[in-house]
C-alpha cells in the first residue's frame, strides 16, 4: 500500500478538505500513475451533495484524470513508465457479459461498471477518485492520452468527452445533421467541439446570450437563449438530434418540440428529480427520448484519438486544490468556462 494525499468529502454538506489515502500495491495487470491533473465534472458535485443518494463517505471524487505512468506490473503490455495516460468513470468491470466482451462496459450487466470512485473493487476496498496524486488501475481501464493533447486540457475528454461523443457517434451525427445543444457548460462545450468536427450544424440553447461568442468560436453556427420564449416558437421541428447536458431539471415540453419528424432528444444530464413528459410533446413528431451514459473504453480511446487528429481539447480553468469548493460554487451558478481542472502537484507527495 502507499499513501496519497486527496480532498474527501465527508458529508454533504461540509466543504471539502485535505486528507490522504492508500492506494494498493501494483498487481501484475496494474498500471500506476503519478495524476498530474484532474477535472471538476459536474457529478462529482451531485455525488459529494447526496443528490443521487447517499455516497459512501469519505468520497475523493475526480473521473477526469490525467497522468504519467510511474510503474507497471510484471504482465502488462500496454504502457511504459513515463506514457501519458487517464482514467474515466470506471475502473473496472464484470469484463464477461455481453456488453463489457464488445467494449461497452459502461452498460455492464454482470454487476454494473465499478465506478472510479464511490464504489468498491474487487478487492473489497473503497475506490477512490481523482482527486488525489496517484492512482493504481488494471491496465484494461486506462487510456492512452496521445501525446499531441496537453494534459491539462486532455484531462475532461475522460467524461465530458467521451459522454458526447457516444451519443453523437451512435446516432450517426455528421455533414447535414442538425444537432442541438442544451447548456455550454463542460459536456456542452464539448458537444459543440466535436459536433462541429464531425461537421454538424450546431445550435447552442444556452440560458442566456453571455456566452455567444465563445459558442460561436467553438463551433456552433447558431447560438439561442432559452429566457426568450421566442427561441421555442422559431425552433419548433428544427432539429435531427439535441444533447440535453443540463445538471437541473427543465422544463421539458417545451424543449422537446424543437425536435423534428423522427429526431431524437437524447438525454445526458442527470438532475436530481425526475424529467416530467407532456406525453403530446412526444406523440406530435414520433420523436424518441433517449438517454446515454459515458462511453466503453475502445470508443473513449477512439474519441482521444480523434481529438488529437482534430487538434480539440477542453477548454478549462486550471485551478489548486485549494480552490475546489469556490468551484463547486462556481459550477452550480454555471459560471465555468468551461471545466475546472485541478492541478494535483501539491498532493503528489505524501
Ligand atoms: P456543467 O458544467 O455545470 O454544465 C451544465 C450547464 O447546464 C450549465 O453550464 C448551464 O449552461 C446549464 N444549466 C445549469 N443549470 C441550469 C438551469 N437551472 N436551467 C437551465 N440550464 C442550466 O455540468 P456538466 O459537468 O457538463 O454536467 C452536466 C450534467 O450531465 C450533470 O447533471 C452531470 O451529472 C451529467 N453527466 C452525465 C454523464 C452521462 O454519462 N450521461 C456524464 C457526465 C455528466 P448555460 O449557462 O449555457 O445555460
Ligand atoms: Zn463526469
Ligand atoms: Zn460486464
Given at each position: 500500500m502507499s499513501t496519497v494525499h486527496a480532498y474527501a468529502a465527508t458529508s454533504a454538506t461540509e466543504p471539502l478538505t485535505e486528507t490522504t489515502i492508500t492506494r494498493r500495491e501494483v498487481g501484475p495487470n496494474d498500471v500506476r500513475f503519478d495524476i498530474h491533473f484532474a477535472g471538476i465534472c459536474h457529478s462529482d458535485i451531485h455525488t459529494v451533495r447526496a443528490e443521487w443518494g447517499k455516497p459512501r463517505?469519505?468520497?475523493?471524487?475526480?473521473?477526469?484524470?490525467?497522468?504519467?505512468?510511474t510503474e507497471i506490473g510484471s504482465q502488462v503490455t500496454g504502457f511504459k513508465v513515463g506514457q501519458h495516460v487517464g482514467v474515466g468513470c470506471f475502473v473496472d468491470s464484470c469484463r464477461e457479459c455481453d456488453n463489457c466482451r464488445v467494449g461497452l462496459e459502461q452498460y455492464c450487466t454482470g454487476g454494473g461498471m465499478t465506478g472510479t470512485y464511490n464504489a468498491v473493487g474487487r478487492d473489497g476496498l473503497p475506490t477512490q477518485g481523482g482527486y488525489s496524486g496517484s492512482i493504481v488501475v488494471d491496465e484494461n481501464y486506462v487510456l492512452h492520452i496521445p501525446e499531441a493533447l496537453p494534459l491539462d486540457a486532455a484531462a475532461p475528454l475522460l467524461c465530458a468527452g467521451v459522454t458526447t461523443y457516444s451519443p453523437l457517434r451512435h446516432w450517426n451525427v455528421g455533414p447535414g445533421t442538425r444537432l442541438g445543444v442544451i447548456g455550454l457548460g463542460g459536456l456542452g462545450h464539448m458537444a459543440v467541439k466535436l459536433g462541429a468536427a464531425m461537421g454538424a450544424e450546431v445550435t447552442v440553447l444556452s440560458q442566456s446570450l453571455k456566452k455567444m461568442e465563445d459558442g460561436l468560436r467553438l463551433g456552433a453556427t447558431n447560438y439561442y437563449a432559452t429566457s426568450d420564449r421566442d427561441t421555442f416558437k422559431s425552433l419548433r421541428n428544427s432539429f435531427d438530434i439535441i444533447l440535453?447536458?443540463?445538471?437541473?431539471?427543465?422544463?421539458?415540453?417545451?424543449?422537446?418540440?424543437?425536435?423534428?419528424?423522427?429526431?431524437?432528444?437524447?438525454?445526458?444530464?442527470?438532475?436530481?428529480?425526475?424529467?416530467?413528459?407532456?406525453?403530446?410533446?412526444?406523440i406530435g413528431m414520433r420523436r424518441s427520448i433517449a438517454g446515454s451514459v459515458i462511453g466503453g473504453i475502445p470508443e473513449t480511446q477512439e474519441m482521444l484519438d480523434f481529438c488529437a487528429e482534430h487538434s480539440i481539447a477542453s477548454e478549462i480553468e486550471v485551478i489548486a486544490p485549494e480552490y475546489i469548493n469556490e468551484a463547486y460554487e462556481r459550477v452550480i451558478a454555471s459560471d465555468v468556462r468551461y471545466r475546472f481542472v485541478i492541478d494535483t502537484e501539491s498532493l503528489r507527495e505524501a
Open positions: 463517505y469519505p468520497v475523493v471524487p475526480g473521473h477526469e484524470i490525467a497522468g504519467v505512468v440535453n447536458t443540463v445538471s437541473a431539471n427543465l422544463e421539458l415540453g417545451r424543449y422537446l418540440e424543437m425536435v423534428d419528424l423522427d429526431g431524437v432528444f437524447v438525454e445526458l444530464g442527470a438532475p436530481e428529480n425526475p424529467l416530467v413528459v407532456p406525453p403530446f410533446s412526444i
